[in-house]
T-cell receptor, first 110, second 113 residues
Framework: RKEVEQDPGPFNVPEGATVAFNCTYS??????FFWYRQDCRKEPKLLMS???SGNEDGRFTAQLNRASQYISLLIRDSKLSDSATYLC???????????FGSGTKLNVKP | EAQVTQNPRYLITVTGKKLTVTCSQN?????MSWYRQDPGLGLRQIYY???????DKGDVPEGYKVSRKEKRNFPLILESPSPNQTSLYFC????????????FGPGTRLTVL
């Protein structure tokens, strides 16, 4: 079983749509959670950290559900430039190891 | 400009020929790490370092070595590359240990024939 699992997609949505991704993790001791964005085999770039209370950054909202062991990313008012692969990342605290999901591909179409 | 650099960006080599991929960061970060990315598998951690002279294995360390003699540099060494090490490699750094956000280099595409 993978440590972090994501639906690979692709999610094909029109501009202006709202889209949500989920990511599940297996280790209940996980302490830090992130969403990264990756464009076409370029380097991943941090989109946002995910906090227990949830957090929002403009059109992006991230939520953490520790009881069910998943994190989510909501993108409102999708733009063409949001087309990318979104990576879910989990850190197991004291082990200083990071586990990446294989990514969810988003295609935003005109 | 704050950045993580990797060299070379592209490399084609043959089985068994030792190679080193360099990684350098100018942000005075304590934590550095190497990943490989393969289709369908996502990024997998190879080795990481929490500070100078402190390194530890990630999930896929077999066939790789690292060293951290200076804070800014974290080279990845393949003593005897094999075709199954053909992959896209990323170096990353983080301001500290304890699961902070990471900053990635541009990647090194390695092909082992």
């Amino acid at each position: 079983r993978k440590e972090v699992e994501q639906d690979p997609g692709p999610f094909n949505v029109p501009e202006g749509a709202t889209v949500a991704f989920n990511c599940t993790y297996s280790n209940s001791a996980s302490q830090s959670f992130f969403w990264y964005r990756q464009d076409c085999r370029k380097e991943p770039k941090l989109l946002m950290s995910v906090y227990s209370s949830g957090n929002e950054d403009g059109r992006f909202t991230a939520q953490l559900n520790r009881a069910s062991q998943y994190i989510s990313l909501l993108i409102r008012d999708s733009k063409l430039s949001d087309s990318a692969t979104y990576l879910c990342v989990v850190n197991f605290g004291g082990f200083n190891k990071f586990y990446f999901g294989s990514g969810t591909k988003l295609n935003v179409k005109p | 400009e704050a950045q993580v650099t990797q060299n070379p960006r592209y490399l084609i080599t043959v089985t068994g020929k030792k190679l080193t991929v360099t990684c350098s960061q100018n942000m005075n970060h304590e934590y550095m790490s190497w990943y490989r990315q393969d289709p369908g598998l996502g990024l997998r951690q190879i080795y990481y370092s929490m500070n100078v002279e402190v390194t530890d294995k990630g999930d896929v360390p077999e066939g790789y070595k690292v060293s951290r003699k200076e804070k800014r540099n974290f080279p990845l060494i393949l003593e005897s590359p094999s075709p199954n090490q053909t992959s896209l490699y990323f170096c990353a750094s983080s301001p500290g240990t304890g699961g902070l956000e990471q900053y990635f280099g541009p990647g090194t595409r390695l092909t082992v024939l």
